[in-house]
């Protein structure tokens, strides 16, 4: 293209005319160059152009919105087979009903034909003319042979058309036994043929032999219904007694139309009303009250300008039913065999089952809510991918200190279990040698050259050739640290986890973080808001959402407070300041976690990436190689993680933390009793710990139970 055509996007369309006519006339035999390049459109436009309405190309999609796209298609012909199966149920199952009624029409119809035949045979036509002509007073002789005449050809008609009558009902019922003798197959097909003109002949104006068919929709919507439930939510202006076509109303750009199990339309605020697409989705519990459904069966979201959008274009769905409650999908994690993390995970599946994945590299990450609504399992399957990458390596810390981050013993370089004094000290170690980490690498990618690593941060390739793995830490219930900390340990964690959120991505570090109470004294303000990727599952109101989600995004629509108690492992997902989704997270339950774990535990065994705590756990040793260890063993060594020795109540109060099922009955004797039983042999049933002496135990005499080829495979 040459230089003025380029110049000329970027001017005036009216200038640019005038200076192409005024520099370069266009001609006929002799065009320029300018002309070659301008594509036509600037030459047709010209002003004096006869043709230039009638070769204008309309700017708009040849195709229809559902055939613009693969996925769009195949959605909708699997839609059409949907709707041809139901369809095919409704009527099946009302056969009986279409047969019964089609025999009553016929018999009706059977009625109509005998009443419309005899006038025929009786030969009405005559009877008719003889009765009208005895009925006159007086009778002119002419009148009388004129009526004799007509008797006696009446009584003739008559009498030849039930002759013909008789024999083609003899045909008839000769036919009929004939029939009856015949094969099923035949009966069937002349019934067939009997029947249905008869029945077409018994029907009446009304009368339909089907049944009308239609697949039950819940929420039925019109762009006079968007109208109307706008107006009611003070977004386009009322009458003031107006008349109704005079009311500003929206511009849809597409639908209201079906769209899966639910209705969906694009549509523009008019000018002139002041309102913009921010304040349609702040309104969205009155629009859903308006338009009769609960606000979670509404999704809305503004269309940006590189989808064709502006300020006051919104898309919104409308589904017919909540579209998050169902059996939930599993996760595809569970069957896969590797999984490399600088991929998007897969998370879950929106209202509309597309599914949703999260880039994790270079994030960090925060889950909210309230207890027993899937929180954990959600945060959990990020988690789970890094299991199936082997240049993964996990820092695991879980204030609770129960089961579900067990299973990460096979893995994870560090674990922290619970929130006790060792366990805390545990977890700022862990935090310590992080940064310390932290700061190796970035020394390390400084002195590369910017051929190797150009961008100054971890790639794939630098990954594995300077043994830099991605460091993905994960720490659950953090209210249950700070809670737990003194004042100076609490601002001195908070400080380390921030650093580590805020500088260390570029190192490739994936922060993971999940707390019950999102609020400043649970976890900071200054900690979550350096937070880029936030999921909440159901909280009690919209100032606690905007504790997980941020500032001001329940006004926007991300409002995790709508999420009622039905919502297991449903969240609002927030991937940016303007990007957010409602997810129904897929499931991963505890079992196939462990799983996940037993195989990563594999992958890094042959990748020779299995370090820190998992390289040197005896019971996660133990279940790699098939051997058994008495649950109690693993258990108490579980409990014992960060502790060389400890008193019998705090063991016991471990063990409940882990199992409340199976511990909450022991006691001393107990535990006893059962440890004797798995082969435990106490070399002192007194410890000393700070100075105070107690009844406890020795690791040392927990781990003397594990087979001895599992301590040596340990290094211990």
Same mark, same amino acid.
């Given at each position: 293209?040459?230089?003025?055509? $380029? ?6 369309? /009216?200038?640019?005319? @005038? #200076? =192409?006519?005024? %520099? !370069? ?109 005895? $009925? ?6 002419? /009148?009388?042979?004129? @009526? #004799? =005449?007509?008797? %006696? !050809? ?122 913009? #697409?921010?304040?349609?989705? !702040? ?434």
């Amino acid at each position: 293209m040459t230089e003025p055509v $380029a110049e000329a996007a970027v001017v005036s369309l /009216d200038e640019h005319r @005038a #200076a =192409r006519t005024e %520099a !370069a006339p266009i001609t006929l035999d002799k065009p320029t160059a300018v002309d070659d390049t301008a594509a036509g459109v600037d030459v047709v436009d010209l002003p004096g152009n006869p043709l230039s309405d009638w070769l204008t190309v309309p700017d708009v999609p040849v195709l229809p919105v559902w055939a613009r796209s693969r996925k769009s298609v195949l959605a909708n012909v699997a839609a059409l087979g949907r709707l041809s199966w139901w369809h095919t149920r409704y009527h099946s199952v009302r056969t009986p009903k279409y047969l019964f009624k089609t025999v009553l029409l016929a018999a009706r119809g059977f009625y109509r034909a005998v009443v419309g035949l005899w006038p025929m045979l009786s030969a009405q036509e005559q009877s008719a003319t003889v009765k009208a002509l005895r $009925a006159q007073s007086k009778l002119r002789p002419e /009148d009388i042979e004129l @009526a #004799a =005449r007509h008797q %006696a !050809a009446y009584a003739e008609r008559t009498r030849s058309r039930r002759w013909r009558f008789g024999i083609a009902a003899a045909g008839v019922a000769a036919a009929a036994t004939g029939i009856m003798l015949a094969d099923p197959l035949l009966q069937t097909g002349i019934g067939t043929a009997v029947t249905v003109p008869l029945a077409y002949l018994g029907r009446g104006k009304e009368t339909r032999l089907l049944d009308q068919a239609a697949p039950p929709i819940r929420v039925d919507m019109s762009a006079q219904q968007l109208n109307e439930a706008l107006r009611a939510a003070g977004l386009l202006k009322s009458g003031s007694g107006k008349d109704e076509k005079d009311l500003p109303r929206v511009s849809c750009t597409m639908g209201p139309v079906r769209d899966g199990r639910g209705w969906s339309v694009i549509f523009d605020l008019p000018r002139g009303g002041g309102k913009t #697409a921010s304040d349609v989705l !702040a309104k969205r519990e009155v629009i859903a009250q308006e338009l009769g459904v609960d606000e979670i069966q509404v999704i809305m979201s503004r269309v940006r300008a590189a989808k064709g959008g502006n300020a006051g274009r919104v898309s919104m769905w409308v589904a017919d039913d909540d579209p998050y409650i169902g059996t939930p999908n599993p996760s595809p994690l569970e069957k896969a065999e590797r999984f490399s993390i600088w991929e998007p995970v897969p998370f879950g599946q929106d209202a509309r089952g597309t599914r949703i994945a999260v880039p994790v590299m270079w994030q960090s990450m925060f889950f909210g809510g309230l207890p027993r609504r899937g929180k954990t399992f959600s945060q959990r399957l990020l988690t789970a991918a890094g299991l199936l990458d082997p240049y993964v390596r996990h820092y695991v810390a879980d204030g609770k200190g129960g089961a579900d981050w067990m299973p990460m013993k096979a893995v994870a370089h560090r674990l922290v279990m619970g929130a006790e004094d060792d366990a805390i000290e545990a977890l700022k170690a862990m935090l310590a040698e992080l940064l310390g980490e932290m700061e190796r690498r970035f020394a390390l990618l400084r002195d590369l050259p910017t051929s190797v690593c150009p961008e100054g941060k971890l790639t794939p390739d630098i990954m594995v050739k300077y043994n830099l793995p991605v460091i993905f830490l994960t720490i659950d219930e953090l209210q249950e640290y700070f809670t737990a900390m003194e004042r100076e340990d609490r601002e001195q964690v908070i400080n380390d986890l921030c650093r580590i959120a805020r500088r260390g991505p570029a190192a490739g570090f994936i922060s993971n973080y999940a707390s019950q109470r999102p609020d400043a004294e649970s976890v900071p303000t200054k900690l979550r808001e350096i937070i880029t990727i936030r999921y909440s599952t159901q909280v009690v109101d919209r100032a606690s959402s905007d504790m997980v989600l941020g500032k001001g995004k329940a006004a926007q629509g991300a409002d995790a407070s709508v999420l009622s108690e039905e919502h297991m492992g449903v969240g609002v997902l927030v991937t940016g300041p303007a990007s957010y989704v409602t997810v129904r997270a897929d499931y991963l339950d505890g079992p196939a976690f462990a799983a996940l774990c037993r195989k990563g535990r594999t992958l890094r065994e042959q990748a020779g990436q299995l370090t820190g705590e998992a390289a040197g756990d005896v019971t996660a040793a133990a279940d790699a190689a098939g051997i058994t260890v008495p649950a109690i063993v693993s258990d108490v060594l579980e409990v014992m993680r960060h502790s060389p020795r400890m008193f019998t109540p705090d063991l016991l109060a471990g063990l409940v933390n882990i199992d409340e099922d199976t511990y909450g009955d022991f006691n001393a004797e107990s535990l006893a009793s059962a440890l004797e039983a798995a082969g435990v042999k106490r070399t002192s049933k007194q410890v000393k710990i700070s100075g105070s002496n107690g009844a406890g135990y020795q690791r040392r005499d927990i781990e003397a139970a594990v087979p001895a080829e599992i301590l040596l495979s340990t290094g211990r």
